[in-house]
């Protein structure tokens, strides 16, 4: 009895130092409670199920089918986040042509291949994934079994038939669909509020996805129905269909930094180069703005550099919550962001410009030895009123002018450059500064606010002493 009640509290003591506690409380709850519900309908279904030869083997076919296909993603890797696959070709399968209890247990064992010989993730995550795929699948077989009744009452090889049949097929995977997606997106968003859950699950290749994976999906259920043998025989299909997405893939990574979730560099200055010329040619008003982290470097030599990686990971998840859906920033190396602001004039860039700075000197920061630590940055704008005639490259400039100025008057502020008349140096810390806010115009041209002998490459603008 006391081996027993060691045993039992140390697996108590285990189970409080589970990561899934460290979520919100009630998005732990959430996840308990969507797994339960899997393992209780999983024993349900069993327990009423009666088995039979030929769907002991179709299940069997399928799920090898299954297993094969993630060895042959296993030199691919899985990048953590959202991935596409296309397991749920062969789980649609299951559910089509099978009792529910079989489509409750299909993602089990992909999943535990997937953490054991592909990628090793969080326990409770590869399990909330498997409930968050089986239970969807599970209402999908229920789905098609309460159609299968009405469809069994229309003549058997008729085309009426034939239709009635992919309907229900098709309805089947679009329950599916919008259960899988609900409970992913709470999960995701629960965990991080700012992740970009609508372009990663409802953006047009996330759809196109879907599709695709719906219609091979519904060819192979077509196929295996006539002959189980069949399945193998779609597995090149598949694993080309993989390689479509993974290239999908690829394409979006090339377009972020790996580091914060934004775009890159590259990516961002190409996208705002074509928005400032349409900004020129429709003589609509747009602003740029160049954000510096005050005093990183002292942060990353007091905390360590992981430290400083969480802090630029914060900033970039903190961007998205206060800029426009229409708004893109992104990562322009070291500490610095770029943000690019759409038919925005300069009163309002800089207000946004201020409510960001505000926003991010709020943040809550932990450094690994608990301590609370506060991060700013200092921010430049410059603005392109409507019918001025600049390129990305003038606008870039005058905000990194205007953000050297911010650091050498003080830092976690805002300072404007308007191109009201010219690329000119425009304070903005009140309202009465500058040809922005309706003033006279400042005399100082964009390049008159740099630090004597500093150049834009002369190193960390935080190295730049305060008075000049």
Not at 176 to 200: C, F, H, R
Not at 232 to 259: I, M, Y
Not at 345 to 361: E, G, L
Not at 391 to 418: F, P, W
Request: proline share 5%; aromatic share 8%.
């Amino acid at each position: 009895m006391a081996f027993a009640h060691r045993g039992l509290t140390r697996w108590a003591t285990s189970v409080r130092t589970w990561p899934l506690w460290e979520l919100p409380h009630w998005l732990a709850a959430f996840i308990v409670l969507v797994v339960a519900a899997h393992a209780a309908l999983i024993g349900f279904a069993l327990s009423s199920l009666s088995i039979r030869p030929h769907d002991l083997l179709v299940f069997g076919v399928l799920l090898a089918c299954a297993a094969a296909t993630v060895e042959m993603r296993r030199k691919q890797g899985d990048s953590a986040g959202v991935n596409n696959d296309i397991y749920g070709v062969w789980e649609l399968a299951i559910a089509i042509l099978l009792p529910p209890a079989y489509a409750l247990v299909a993602p089990i064992l992909p999943v535990a291949l997937i953490q054991w010989r592909v990628r090793r993730s969080v326990t409770y995550r590869r399990v909330y994934t498997a409930s968050s795929i089986g239970l969807p699948f599970g209402a999908a077989s229920v789905t098609f079994h309460l159609l299968a009744g009405p469809i069994s009452g229309i003549a058997p090889g008729s085309a009426l038939r034939d239709l009635a049949w992919l309907a229900a097929v098709l309805a089947s995977g679009l329950v599916k669909t919008i259960l899988n997606k609900v409970l992913i997106m709470t999960a995701i968003k629960g965990s991080d509020p700012s992740a970009p859950v609508i372009s990663e699950l409802f953006g047009p290749e996330a759809l196109y996805n879907e599709l695709a994976e719906l219609c091979i999906g519904t060819l192979l259920t077509f196929g295996v129905a006539g002959n189980i043998f069949l399945a193998p025989v779609a597995l090149p299909v598949l694993v080309l269909l993989q390689r479509s997405l993974n290239h999908a893939q690829l394409l979006s990574e090339s377009r972020t930094d790996p580091k914060t979730g934004l775009l890159n560099a590259r990516t961002w200055e190409r996208e705002a180069t074509a928005e400032v010329a349409r900004a020129v040619r429709a003589r609509v008003a747009l602003a740029v703005a160049v954000l510096d982290i005050d005093w990183f470097k002292m942060i990353n030599d007091t905390y360590g550099h992981l430290f400083g990686d969480e802090v630029l990971k914060e900033i970039a998840h903190s961007l998205p919550g206060v800029l426009r859906e229409y708004d893109s920033a992104g990562r322009f190396g070291g500490e610095e962001f770029v943000v690019l602001l759409p038919y925005t004039r300069a009163v309002d860039a800089f207000r946004i410009a201020d409510r960001i700075r505000d926003h991010i000197s709020g943040l809550s920061l932990r450094a690994p030895d608990g301590q609370a630590v506060q991060v700013t940055v200092s921010v430049g704008v410059a603005a392109l009123d409507a019918g001025s005639r600049r390129e990305l490259g003038e606008l870039l400039s005058a905000a990194d002018a205007a953000m050297y100025r911010a650091k050498r008057d003080g830092r976690n502020q805002v300072q404007m450059i308007s191109t009201t008349r010219g690329l000119s140096a425009v304070g903005a810390r009140s309202a009465s500064d500058g040809d922005v806010f309706g003033g006279a115009p400042a005399k100082p041209s964009a390049w008159d606010v740099l630090p004597r002998g500093k150049s834009r490459t002369a190193g960390d603008p935080d190295e730049v002493p305060a008075r000049v």
